[in-house]
């Protein structure tokens, strides 16, 4: 028969039962056993922007904190990791504006009106 494998909020409800303080990595908020069902776990560095998927680039916060700094808040997305991405996105875009000693292929329109005569 095989062990049943427990769950990370399990675990975390064992190690707060045996006496370790868990903080939100967010709010730094104290984890009791009331808030543990509020947890997520997050990566501090988006898997977008280069973070490692393992141990070492995650993280737990509570759900209200990691929305806001997933979605930003809402009236603005500013900070956020969505903002930070499609930033990274925006920049890295293989745009004409991005490679300026390419010679344009449209040509410069000449002037529509006549030019004015000095005196």
Do not use: W
Not at 10 to 25: D, P, S, W
């Amino acid at each position: 028969m095989s062990r049943k494998r427990f769950t990370e909020k399990q675990v975390i409800e064992a190690l707060i039962r045996t006496g370790h303080k868990i903080y939100c990595f967010r709010t730094r908020e104290l984890i009791t056993l009331e808030t543990v069902g509020q947890l997520e776990r997050e990566h501090p560095v988006p898997l977008a922007l280069g973070g490692a998927d393992d141990p070492t680039n995650a993280a737990y916060s509570l759900k209200s904190a990691h929305k806001i700094q997933t979605n930003g808040k809402p009236a603005t997305s500013c900070g956020s990791d969505k903002h930070a991405i499609a930033k990274v996105r925006r920049i890295l875009a293989d745009k004409p504006s991005r490679h300026p000693m390419q010679k344009s292929r449209r040509p410069i329109p000449s002037r529509k009106f006549a030019k004015r005569v000095s005196k």
